[in-house]
């Protein structure tokens, strides 16, 4: 069974001084990164996910801007395969899942940004397509949220996402445990 590393949305407008910066953005690109080394130095297949916002006035994920950009940590080198989105799902209208397929992916690690929305959507997608799904928890991030006058903080609503996709969808676990099992 061949892993796969998919590394979803972790660009620069979610990190401090970006468009709209996430709780522990720093520290699950730090886990990413780490991860993303662990596979180039095993050979396996790793997949860049950018995320475009083509909406008139967007405010964020804009192409040509700095924060549209992946962050260095975990910046694709020269044939890595990079797949650009405009939806939350990361399958929906792009070309993700021929190029796992062709990969002779079946098992994914999934890490990156939000954990509430981009890496939720995509994890539920992949899931539903066959994959093995595997989530490093601690190598993704989600922002603070508002809903019917009730602040929830980052952490929660990771917690609350992570919760969910462990209970139906994915092994969620920590980077290190993954580290461990590659090395």
Known sequence: MTSALVIVDIQRDYFPGGAYPLVG???????????????????LPVIHVRHESREPGASMLVPGTP???IDPRVAPRDGETVVTKTFPNSFR????????????????????????MCVDATVRAAS????????????CAAPDLEFGGVRVGGAEVHAAFMAALASAYAKVVPAAELLEVSA
């Open 93 to 116: 209208a792009t070309p993700l899942e021929d190029v796992l397929r062709e990969a002779e992916a079946s098992a994914l690690v999934i890490v990156g940004m939000m954990s509430s």
């Open 128 to 139: 539903d397509l066959g994959f093995d799904v595997t989530v490093a928890a601690d190598a």
């Open 25 to 43: 953005a720093d520290d699950a690109a730090d886990r990413a990164a780490e991860l993303l080394a662990q596979w180039r130095a095993s050979g």
């Open 67 to 69: 924060g549209g950009e």
